[in-house]
C-alpha cells in the first residue's frame, strides 16, 4: 500500500508518518453518482458540502468496461467559482479506480456551506457503436 503526505512525498506501509504529521478527522465520501447516462449525453450534478472536508483522493468508475468520460469539477466558495481543471478532461487523466485512487498532491479544503459540481459527458463505447452507461465520481477525504 502506498500513501502520499505532503511533507514526505511517497511513503510505503512500511514507514508510516508520526502522530503529527497525519490528518486528523473523521473519513467521509463525496459521491456523484450519475445512473443510466445516454449516449453521449453531458450532465451536471452539485453537492453543498455541510461541515469542513479535506480532499485526498479522486476515484471515478463506469459500467462499460474500456469506455470513457470527461470530466470537470468545479468548486464554489462565496461569489466566487473555481474550476479544478483547466478543461474537461478525459477521467482516467484527473481520477483513479477503486484500488488506485488519484491521491492529491496537497489536499484540497472544501469549506462548510461550499458547493462542489461535477459535470460529466459520456464518451463510452461498446464495439465501436456509442453505449448508454452508469458513471460515479467520488471524492475521499476527512471531515476538518
Known amino acids: 500500500m502506498l500513501s502520499w503526505m505532503p511533507q514526505k512525498g511517497v511513503l510505503s506501509s512500511l514507514h508510516l508518518p508520526a502522530i503529527d504529521e497525519r490528518i486528523e478527522g473523521f473519513a467521509y465520501l463525496l459521491v456523484?453518482?450519475?445512473p443510466g447516462e445516454g449516449v453521449?449525453?453531458?450532465d451536471s450534478q452539485a453537492l453543498i458540502v455541510n461541515q469542513n472536508f479535506l480532499v485526498e483522493k479522486i476515484?471515478?468508475?463506469m459500467s462499460v468496461a474500456g469506455g470513457t468520460f470527461t470530466l470537470q469539477i468545479y468548486h464554489q466558495h462565496g461569489s466566487v467559482q473555481r474550476q479544478l481543471f483547466t478543461e474537461a478532461l478525459d477521467y482516467r487523466l484527473v481520477a483513479g479506480v477503486g484500488a488506485s485512487p488519484n491521491i492529491l498532491q496537497s489536499p484540497y479544503l472544501l469549506g462548510a456551506g461550499d458547493t462542489i459540481t461535477a459535470d460529466i459527458a459520456n464518451l463510452a463505447k461498446a464495439a465501436g457503436v456509442y453505449v448508454a452507461c452508469d458513471i460515479q465520481i467520488v471524492l475521499h477525504g476527512?471531515?476538518?
Do not use: C, P, Q, R
Request: charged share 10%; hydrophobic share 60%; net charge negative.
Open 59 to 61: 476515484t471515478a468508475s
Open 32 to 34: 456523484f453518482d450519475f
Open 40 to 42: 453521449l449525453a453531458t
Open 142 to 144: 476527512v471531515h476538518v
